[in-house]
């Protein structure tokens, strides 16, 4: 049975302090969460932060980028074999954001997606269609060639790969999709998936708050949740991960 996974993405909020007390407020909250695993990834320069308040704990952290090689001349971006010094588990590639603001191509991610499982990090490997894209009814073609393209020459090891799907239009807008609508989406990418698709987990990213995350996650191909806004907060972050917990019992 595949584990619920629920990830917070900070993005660029949060700073060592306001780290530390998010922590300390979240563990405040003694989560069971025995039986689904949690991550949350700050900025590069809260990760340390993060590391020392939840040590012991059962939530880990992660990033949310990295580059395709070890070091080398290149200005602004971050090492995977400084990452895994921190102590970081996760790293996310292919957000909708670092798609869009910052250009990057699925041949990018895949080198990306390359590197993260050679340094031996777990991957989420980000997926979604723009508004544009489903109002064309291209949605499952688009999420086709990101999968494909992103994946291409890469061995699908379900311990350390994990699929979101985070349609564009979802995100920071306050829409959703329909829990109906996302099931079918998570498992067109599940059957895209081939004989490793069973395994892998396919988690939903698009405005998840507590008053639709029951319903998401008890749909038989939604796995997790990649949360943003709603992972700032650490009582409503605790909340969904409350109802993650109860929904994998």
Same mark, same amino acid.
Do not use: C, T
């Given at each position: 049975m595949r584990r619920l996974l629920i990830g917070g993405n900070w993005k660029m909020h949060k700073g060592i302090r306001e780290t530390r007390e998010f922590a300390k407020r979240l563990l405040k909250k003694e989560l069971n969460i025995s039986n689904i695993d949690v991550f949350v990834t700050p900025p590069f320069t809260s990760i340390p932060a993060a590391i020392e308040e939840f040590a012991g704990s059962r939530v880990t952290i992660g990033a949310q980028n990295m580059f395709w090689e070890e070091d080398g001349a290149y200005t602004g971006e971050i090492s995977p074999v400084f990452l895994k010094e921190l102590g970081v588990e996760w790293v996310? !590639?292919?957000? @909708?954001? /670092?798609? /869009? #603001?910052?250009?990057?191509?699925?041949?990018?991610?895949?080198?990306? #997606?390359?590197?993260?499982?050679? @340094? /031996?990090?777990?991957?989420?490997i980000c997926i979604g269609e723009t508004e544009e894209e489903r109002e064309e009814k291209r949605e499952k073609e688009v999420v086709e060639k990101q999968l494909k393209d992103s994946l291409f020459g890469i061995e699908l090891d379900p311990e350390r790969i994990s699929i979101a799907y985070e349609p564009l239009w979802a995100i920071g807008t306050g829409k959703t999709a329909e829990p109906t609508d996302a099931e079918e989406m998570h498992r067109a990418i599940r059957g895209l998936l081939g004989e490793k698709g069973e395994e892998i987990r396919i988690i939903y990213g698009g405005s998840v708050k507590p008053h639709n995350a029951?319903?998401?996650?008890?749909?038989?191909? #939604?796995?997790?949740? $990649? !949360?943003?806004? @709603?992972? $700032?907060?650490?009582?409503?972050?605790?909340?969904?991960?409350?109802?993650?917990? /109860?929904?994998?019992c």
């Open positions: 996310i !590639i292919g957000h @909708s954001e /670092r798609r /869009r #603001i910052f250009g990057e191509m699925d041949k990018d991610l895949r080198k990306k #997606i390359k590197m993260a499982l050679h @340094s /031996r990090l777990k991957v989420v029951e319903e998401l996650l008890k749909q038989d191909n #939604i796995d997790g949740a $990649l !949360i943003g806004g @709603s992972s $700032l907060d650490p009582e409503v972050f605790a909340e969904i991960i409350e109802i993650a917990g /109860r929904v994998s």
